[in-house]
């Protein structure tokens, strides 16, 4: 998980222990991506929001050798109490040239939303030559059930939602451009609707994934928020009692040309 979950611009603070209860998933569903990565013994593998580790654990599981990175230091701290070599850092500014056979990233790009050009930019960089880019990240529509509730439920208190939305979900297309113009060949990419049980209510989720917009009221009102926005998406999100999150995927490979 990379940008297990959740991971992001410099300084952003996450919950290790929020994220290890109701984040899971992230890492769980991320697996079946190892299978478009197809790492090898011997690789060197940059794991962009590396998150917690959960994931980058697995793709070590194939003998590459593979370092985390992420913009938060507890999840840092928390991929290095697995043994991962996990280092804190802006995916805005990364500080690698021509060091990887592959970077990875999982629910993570959409956490990058100053400048989505810098990263691949980064990533660019980071690649030898012929590396390639395998990624998931949110897409266009990406949770949108509780992105509007959370924009309603802000706007209703009077706070311009729009400035305070941490997400960047770009259309397929939007994405394929943006990579072609950091000067990759798209090998593939796919976006698809991937409906993803909760462990709970949609409380926990927000706690762990939607901070900045909590963040944008006192805590004296966040229980309020969180209630407000439970029963909005209720109707929608919830199927024979369980909560099913209304996630979009996007997903590529894309190869940095070989000289
Ligand atoms: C995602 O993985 O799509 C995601 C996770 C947390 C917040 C927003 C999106």
């Keep these: 998980m990379n940008a297990s979950p959740t991971k992001p611009a410099a300084g952003q603070v996450w919950s290790a222990e929020h994220y290890a209860r109701n984040g899971r998933f ?10 478009w990565l197809l790492p090898v013994v011997g690789e060197r593998v940059l794991d962009l929001g590396c998150g917690d580790g959960a994931l980058t654990e697995h793709v070590a599981e194939s003998g590459c050798a593979i370092i985390g990175f992420d913009a938060s230091q507890e999840l840092v701290t928390a991929a290095r109490a697995r043994g991962i070599d996990a280092r804190l850092g ?18 993570a790009l959409h956490w990058m939303k100053r400048d989505p050009d810098a990263v691949l930019r980064g990533v660019a960089q980071a690649l030898k030559p012929g590396g390639r880019f395998v990624a998931e990240m949110g897409g266009a ?32 297309t939007d994405y394929r451009e943006r990579l072609q113009n950091a000067g990759f060949d798209v090998l593939r990419i796919e976006s698809y ?25 006192p805590e004296s009102d966040h229980a309020d928020l969180i209630a407000e926005v439970r029963e909005a998406v209720r109707p929608v999100l919830v199927r024979d009692g369980i909560w099913i999150a209304d996630y979009i995927r996007l997903r590529f490979v894309a190869v940095k040309p070989a000289n």
């Design 141 to 172: 529509g990406n949770v949108a059930s509780i992105r509007g509730a959370l924009h309603e439920a802000l706007v209703q208190r009077g706070v311009a939602a729009t400035t305070v939305d941490p997400w960047y979900f770009p259309t397929l």
């Design 90 to 107: 802006d995916g805005h500014a990364l500080p690698f040239s021509a060091e990887f056979d592959a970077v990875f990233s999982n629910a």
């Design 26 to 35: 992230v890492a769980e569903f991320g697996a079946s991506l190892i299978d």
């Design 193 to 217: 609707a991937r409906p993803t049980p909760l462990p709970g209510a949609v409380d926990g989720w927000l706690t762990t994934f939607a901070k900045q917009f909590l963040s944008a009221l």
